[in-house]
């Protein structure tokens, strides 16, 4: 069989997608052979907006959370840092409820103690405690990169 044969007379095409952080440390020969290069930058509001709903809708959330807020409070946030920001957020009311508590008296709490809403207050106080895990530099230095390589 002929390697590069496709059905009939059809050649085969083959499709190499490739993400990297990186984009700087890539090879120049492969550099010239992966044709478009896309810069995807750092979510705007409305994504994060979209990412917070998306990282909450499977747990209990309070009436109170206003993601468009909290969106705004996130600015410079990645995909990533939403994600986390939600995960810490969504264990700060089970932290609350054992704290203080013994090995047993963990054990002995049932369902419905351990079931708390996220509220907006565990959101803000985990985003207070983040920093975004992309610099400004970081920005540029990519945005500088797509000007340089990059293809539209």
């Known amino acids: 069989s002929d390697a590069g044969a496709g059905d009939g007379d059809r050649p085969r095409s083959v499709m190499v ?5 990186f984009p700087w440390d890539l090879d120049e020969a492969l550099r010239r052979r992966l044709e478009k290069r896309i810069y995807i930058p750092l979510p705007e509001a ?8 998306i990282n909450l809708r499977t747990v209990e959330v309070d009436p109170d959370v206003d993601t468009a807020k909290l969106a705004e409070q996130c600015a410079g946030f990645s995909c990533a840092d939403v994600t986390n920001l939600c995960r810490d957020a969504s264990m700060m009311a089970m932290r609350r409820r054992i704290r203080g508590l013994n090995k047993e008296e963990i054990k002995q709490l049932n369902r ?4 708390m809403p996220v509220t907006m207050a565990d959101l ?7 920093n975004s895990s992309v610099s400004a530099a970081d920005v540029e230095r990519h945005q500088a990169w797509l000007r340089e390589f990059g293809s539209t």
Request: glycine share 0%.
């Open 124 to 130: 803000v106080d985990a985003a207070s405690r983040m």
């Open 112 to 115: 419905e103690e351990t079931e």
């Open 17 to 21: 997608l490739a993400a990297t952080n």
């Open 46 to 53: 409305s994504e994060r907006e979209e990412l917070l709903r």
